[in-house]
């Protein structure tokens, strides 16, 4: 298989392109698509102050990677969540990140959520829930506080994050299956900050497959954790994500045209923000000033009131 650029040993098929790149043009071509992607959307600029979420995996350390190449201004936020699961996941992920920060001279702002907020986020979990469930929904609710806070206190013009599209496609098709109108109309390569209290958001990698950022953290070399997070096992999005791969295997290019769909039909009109009769205006919190639906006080500082 040869290279369709110089001609070379190509080490990257994407049959989604019809294309097969050498290791050097891989990794060129990729930062320039997310370029491309940056630009179309009107993401952000060179003159922004970038904040990467990072967790120690491949999508968003590739990603903090690629921006920093392309000449952005960004830094990094790892959010410590105190989860072992038999192999010290949080430990791993963070030291690989400062690893990956030091190397580069980056600046990596780092928030450990036991010493912030008095426990971790299974203790968080099992005490809200009372043990009857996973906790990815804390995990999920104190990630988007803790981001949008650090974000917008920080002064940053936009808070990236590692998505990519087998997550978009993955989050899109469980939405359309139950109909989820209020998830499908913010769901967008960028929201706004159209509120007081909030960040402006970014998914730069929203239409690049996670076999491609898999195929980049490889060769440039860049140290992750491999292992899923010991509770994701089971998970709704996995399940979703398997689905879409038989898809593709089958009809190569098929979770690319799914989300490219979807987000045309938006820009034409589907799933306006007056499509979700649900949608609730949204207020500052009297106790952290994010904004939030809720009456009174938001769902993160409720849950962590009672630990403070």
Known sequence: MKCNSCGG????????????????????????QVERFIKKYKMFTRSD????????????????????????????LYIGLGIDGGIEYS?????????????RGLQLKVVC??????????DMARRTTRGKTKPCAVCGLTKR????????????????????LDDEAAALFGNTLNWAAGHLVRQ??????????????AKPLCRIYEREMAAYAMLRGIEYIYEECPYAVGSKSIYYKELLNRMEADRPGAKLSFY???????????????????????HSCPTCGQPTSAPGECAFCRMTIKVK
């Not at 990257?12 to 050097?24: E, F, G, P, T």
């Not at 430990?91 to 190397?103: G, I, N, V």
């Not at 799933?271 to 979700?276: G, I, L, S, V």
Request: aromatic share 10%; glycine share 8%; hydrophobic share 40%.
């Open 49 to 76: 102050r970038v904040l990467a979420a990072v967790s120690g995996g491949k999508d968003s350390l590739s990603l903090w990677d690629i921006l920093w190449r392309l000449g952005y201004s960004v830094d990094g």
């Open 91 to 103: 430990d791993q992920s963070q030291r690989l990140t400062e690893k990956f920060a030091s190397e």
């Open 188 to 201: 967008w390569p960028v929201l706004e900050a159209n509120q007081p209290g909030l960040a402006r958001k």
């Open 9 to 32: 040993k190509a080490v990257v098929q994407m049959r989604q392109h019809k294309l097969a790149l050498c290791a050097n043009d891989f990794l060129e071509w990729l930062p320039e």
């Open 260 to 282: 490219i769909s979807f987000l045309q039909a938006k820009e034409n009109g589907l799933f306006a923000p007056h499509a979700d009769p649900k949608v609730e205006q949204l």
């Open 145 to 164: 506080h803790i981001m949008n806070r650090i974000a917008y206190e920080g002064g940053y013009d936009v808070l990236v994050t590692g998505h990519n």
């Open 113 to 122: 959520v036991p010493e912030v907020y008095g426990e971790t986020i299974p």
